[in-house]
């Protein structure tokens, strides 16, 4: 069974940084890339950034670049997303995706999703 278990959502004040984490298990990590995506209210999910399964190659969303940082431990088994100076349009909940390639990840639907943790930006 493979799955993607997201963690460290929350609540936080504008300006603010959280890390999301996603831990994967069933599957071999190091050989899937791995991308966040979020759906803000109102809106369709939208890829955020990820990274190959060798931790070289990122990209990110122009709306995230500049205050995300996706990076991934390979002995943990999970990648994470750093959210820094969090703006209360970052809110919303924010998935984990594995594929084999990073760009089906941005470019179409993913062939593993986590189950998603709400992250809500909020004076």
């Known amino acids: 069974q493979v799955r993607l278990v997201e963690s460290g959502g929350g609540m936080v004040q504008p300006g603010d940084s959280l890390t999301v984490s996603c831990t994967t298990s069933?599957?071999?990590?190091?050989?899937?890339?791995m991308g966040w995506f979020r759906q803000r209210p109102g809106r369709d999910r939208e890829f955020v950034g990820g990274?190959?399964?060798?931790?070289?190659?990122?990209f990110y969303a122009d709306s995230v670049k500049g205050r995300f940082t996706v990076s991934r431990d390979n002995a943990k088994n999970t990648v994470y997303l750093q959210m820094n100076n969090l703006k209360p349009e970052d809110t919303g909940v924010y998935y984990c995706?594995?594929?084999?390639?990073?760009?089906?990840?941005?470019?179409?639907?993913?062939?593993?999703w986590g189950q998603g943790t709400q992250v809500t930006v909020s004076s």
């Open positions: 995706a594995g594929d084999s390639r990073l760009s089906t990840i941005a470019d179409g639907s993913p062939k593993f």
């Open positions: 069933g599957i071999d990590f190091s050989r899937l890339a």
């Open positions: 990274a190959t399964w060798t931790n070289t190659n990122k």
